[in-house]
């Protein structure tokens, strides 16, 4: 079956310093990846997609990017926090629907973080 | 701007109540999407109807399409304090390889035991 993991939980990081955070999914091939970003009582704002190794498209111009190393990994990152970063950070992942009927997203259980 | 918008925002009901939530959104679409999140979690997918079903069921969970007026529902029946979460409408649509899906936000809603 598919699983998607994302570390970690939580993080509490300083204005300045740089961020990584990491998801990967097993029991798929060639998924559709998505990071979102959730403000505290809000909706998700889609971040980052990715249909392949090394596409990545973002949906907001932001202190963050995106990378696609592998086919199941996908990584957030920024080279310096802003305070506005903070929030609930998503991973999801869905068929890439140009083959596979799409049933939804799947999606990592977050990460919150915090920048002081 | 986002797509889906939930209506009510926030629903507090007593356990064995039903509980209706709706959603709207502006543009065409290919699907129509409803996830749960509990607090502090991940979402949870809990149905998608496409643009040509009208109506679908899974278990307690009951989701309407009308494509005309751009509204979709959700009603769970015989609530239960386990189905204490927000609820999140998604529209999507076909964008080259992939789906572009746009969330609402929310419906917060209490099932009082």
């Known amino acids: 079956s598919q699983t998607i993991h994302q570390w970690p939980a939580t993080l509490v990081q300083p204005v300045g310093s740089p961020l990584s955070l990491e998801c990967t999914v097993e029991?798929?091939?060639?998924?559709?990846l998505y990071w979102y970003r959730q403000a505290a009582g809000r909706g998700l704002q889609l971040l980052f997609y990715s249909v392949g190794i090394g596409q990545i498209s973002s949906e907001v111009p932001q202190n963050l990017s995106a990378s696609r190393p592998q086919d199941r990994q996908f990584i957030l990152s920024s080279k310096k926090l802003l305070l506005s970063d903070s929030g609930f950070y998503l991973c999801a992942w869905s068929v890439f629907s140009l083959r596979r009927d799409f049933y939804g997203y799947t999606f990592g259980s977050g990460t919150r973080l915090t920048v002081v | 701007s986002q797509q889906g918008e939930e209506d009510p925002q926030a629903l507090s009901i007593q356990e064995g109540e039903n509980a209706t939530m709706n959603c709207s959104y502006k543009t065409s679409i290919n699907n129509l999407q409803w996830y749960r999140q509990n607090s502090g979690r991940g979402l949870v997918h809990l149905i998608l109807?496409?643009?040509?079903?009208r109506e679908k069921h899974s278990g307690r969970l009951r989701v309407t399409l009308d494509t005309s007026k751009k509204s979709s529902s959700l009603l769970i029946t015989a609530s239960r304090a386990a189905d204490t979460a927000s609820y999140f409408c998604a529209a999507g649509t076909n964008s080259g390889g992939y789906q572009k899906v746009t969330f609402g936000t929310g419906t917060k809603l209490q099932v009082i035991p």
């Open positions: 109807i496409r643009s040509n079903e």
């Open positions: 029991g798929t091939s060639n998924p559709n």
